[in-house]
T-cell receptor, first 111, second 110 residues
């Protein structure tokens, strides 16, 4: 079974802090994704990566950056956290014709 | 622009009362349509992929069907443990990105 692990289930940070969310997958997948999920808005794609050191903007990249130095790890970075970035963050990975497999999410609160 | 609309937003059923969830979509070249189940506080769990109109997939009490404009998730004789949010997503032909609908919150009462 594919395992996608997000480093924290719950995280509380302050406005202006630099925040790192980590995601690791164990299936050697090429493609990895970061989403945020908000009530009434559904899942929205922030960034994705189709190879090491490669990244592409999703639908809502403003205020975020990403890093993919190793194939199994994809990090989401909030450069200067703001309260409107309080959300559930979900990481996913996939390869070729497989469906995306998701981690259990990080619920991030920015105070 | 790819769009996915799910209806209803919420559905409450009695145990054993069969029903269907709808997913309408517009996409520039469908690579696949995906159904996921999401329990509170957890990530989406993959259920089905459908690739072409007329295709059907089944798993226990769930059956997914696909036409050129929409997909249905039929739930036969549901049980309380089927309570969850069901998400539909489409992938266009050129890459592995997904566009999600907002989901249907299903509650099955005993």
């Amino acid at each position: 079974d594919v395992k996608v692990t997000q480093s924290s289930r719950y995280l509380v940070k302050r406005t202006g802090e630099k925040v790192f969310l980590e995601c690791v997958q164990d299936m050697d997948h090429e493609n990895m994704f970061w989403y945020r999920q908000d009530p009434g808005l559904g899942l929205r794609l922030i960034y994705f990566s189709y190879d090491v050191k490669m990244k592409e903007k999703g639908d809502i990249p403003e205020g975020y950056s990403v890093s993919r130095e190793k194939k199994e790890r994809f990090s989401l970075i909030l450069e200067s956290a703001s309260t409107n970035q309080t959300s559930m963050y979900l990481c996913a990975s996939t390869d070729r014709e497989q469906p995306q497999h998701f981690g259990d999410g990080t619920r991030l609160s920015i105070l | 622009e790819d769009q996915v609309t799910q209806s209803p937003e919420a559905l409450r059923l009695q145990e054993g009362e069969s029903s269907s969830l709808n997913c309408s979509y517009t996409v520039s070249g469908l690579r696949g349509l995906f159904w996921y189940r999401q329990d509170p506080g957890k990530g989406p769990e993959f259920l089905f992929t459908l690739y072409s109109a007329g295709e059907e997939k089944e798993k226990e009490r769930l059956k997914a069907t696909l036409t050129k404009k929409e997909s249905f998730l039929h739930i036969t004789a549901p049980k309380p443990e089927d309570s969850a949010t069901y998400l539909c997503a489409v992938s266009p032909g050129s890459n592995y990105k997904l566009t999600f609908g907002k989901g249907t919150l299903l509650t099955v009462n005993p």
